[in-house]
């Protein structure tokens, strides 16, 4: 961890990076689960909670496309770009909460937006960090998405149950 | 269940990989180092591959639990220098597409590995899906293995440009 704190001292490119790979995985992750509670919530329906699923899982199909768009533009622009359109559009699937088939459609533009976005971060890093520090940089990279994922759904079923 | 455990062991268990992994991020530096960034590679594909065998042959709970945090040490071994191997072997006009259609055949992975991994259930047992499970891992390491291998034999066509210098800049 300690060596974490020095490579983000060196590359301060990388803080920013980080700060959002954490907190882009945690409100994915919170709001998958959120979904998941909402629909088993309204439908009462298992196979609606796996429509769900499917409708997340399908954009990476779309990844040859995702790629022409990650190595087309700017890595900084695409990802504000991006995590701002994803941002609205959760906002608001939570001010509306529409009805299973509109919902399905956001959550599958949701997924199809962040198709190119882990590109484009995987782009940027060897930009913000000398040749050295890549596997170091690319690991705490990892390392706070996954805490987001590990996180995130704990943190919703507690908000959901209040 | 095949341990005889709860829904609260249930998710310990899941919890255990990611302990692991959080564990193993001050390893990742030090092994890529001792073994080249196509042998951290291999040895994490290997090791995760290991860690869901010890899984299977597990008879008590503690001892599922710590193959899972074996596993989840590998996983950042094998995802950051997979992302590394690629960021400098791959022209950068070209990273973008190669980067989302590595991770976008991962996603599409996982989800048929759900559907599969539904169907062995059902027809098998928690201990077989495991061994399935750890031969494909021990098979895509050996796969993996052979490609880089035969990468690296081919001519060399010069250091490829890096998108920056490493000092902090834009991108």
Redesign the interface.
Known sequence: ?V??FGLVRR????AGLLVAQTVSPLGDAMATTALILHVQRTTGSAAAVGLLLFAQ?I??????L???????F???RLLAVGWLAQAVLTGLLALLLPPLGPLLVVVFVLALVD??L???V??????????D????A??????VG??GA?LGPPLAGLLFAR | MTLVAGPVAVGVLLAAAAAGLLAGLPLVRPIGRRLGVTGAIVAGFAVMATGNLLTAAAPWLMAAFAAQVLRGLAIPLADSHVTTYLQRTTPPEMLGRVLANVYGGVGVAAAVGYLLGGSVLDATSPRTAFVIVCCGGLAGAAITAVLLRRGRRQPDTGPQQRHGDGNPGRF
């Open positions: 961890m060596a974490g590359s301060p490119g990388l899982a954009p990476p199909l779309a990844a040859p995702a790629g022409v768009i990650a190595d087309r700017s890595p900084g198709t190119p882990s590109a484009a995987g782009r940027c890093i060897p930009a913000v960090v000398a040749d520090d890549l596997v170091a690319n690991a705490l990279r990892s390392a996954e805490l590990v």
